[in-house]
């Protein structure tokens, strides 16, 4: 692997699942393979937390979980690769990517089924993981949605792979105009380039929730979603960006493995998720 440093955030509080706890040994399992000594973790609370009137689920142990986080990612090497947790594992990941770098510089690349842009009055659950890309734009409760510098421009983002917006959803992304590549555009690589290369970024943070992958590659998710995208399809993805743009950071995200037998069937297609995130570099059409 290239250099790279590893923060692991085993959190569990932003899902809606009822195999949420899982998610827990899902990082774990990743974590067995990652290098020891560039890996950091965040001692995620055991207490689900409370909402505090906020229409965030479990917001006070959600807020807490980026607090702690925040401080790993002060003084961890770039890039950093996190490790969840729920989609939210890495809210204070991007944070800290877009706020490190000159503003507009840094695109998002949100691989994942869904597009987890419901607002509180939007979400039929209340489950963060669903609002993640929301508050990133800075529409959140205090403490979850991103300010100042942090705050990711929807200009920056690109939505990949994914095929299941709420109409809430729907709605947001056709007012706003975000972009949206979706599985018929991993058939040629450069579709993902150029879509990235129109925000005129010169960076890319690359979160990636496995239910962007097609069912049949991937057992341990929690909210599977037909028609997904192939593993080669998406390594081939990762490194096609790479090829172009400046790994700023990255995530692997929403493992939720029913046993550890069911984990080891599939962390060969994470792995090699993990290693076109971090390996060298082949040529790439």
Partial sequence: MSPASFLVVPQWQGSGSSRAMRLIDGAEAIRGDLP?????????????????????????????????????????????????????????????AVASHPA????????????????????????????????????????????????????????AGTRALDDGESAFVDRIGIRVVGPDGFADPQTLVAAVEATGASGVYLHIDLDVLDPAAVDGIGFPEPFGVSPEQLSDAIRALRAR????????????????????????????????????????G
């Fill in 36 to 96: 020891t000594t560039a890996t950091h973790s965040v001692a995620v609370p055991a207490a689900a937390g409370e909402a505090l009137g906020t229409g965030v689920l479990r917001y006070s142990s959600l807020t807490l979980v980026r607090e702690l986080a925040e401080a790993e990612l002060a003084v961890l090497e770039a890039p950093i690769v996190t490790i969840g947790g729920d989609c939210a594992a890495d809210l204070a990941s991007v944070q800290h």
């Fill in 245 to 284: 743009f400046e790994l700023v950071g990255a995530a692997i995200t929403e493992f939720a493995p029913e046993s550890p037998e069911a984990a080891g069937r599939d962390l060969p297609v994470i792995l090699r998720v993990l290693g076109a995130l971090t390996g060298p570099l082949r040529d790439v």
């Fill in 104 to 159: 507009g510089s840094v695109a998002v690349v949100w691989f994942d089924a869904h597009g987890d842009l419901n607002s509180v009055s939007t979400s039929p659950s209340g489950a963060f993981h669903g609002m993640v890309v929301r508050a990133l734009l800075g529409d959140g409760p205090d403490g979850l949605a991103a300010t100042g510098p942090a705050r990711l421009h929807h200009e920056q983002l690109v939505l």
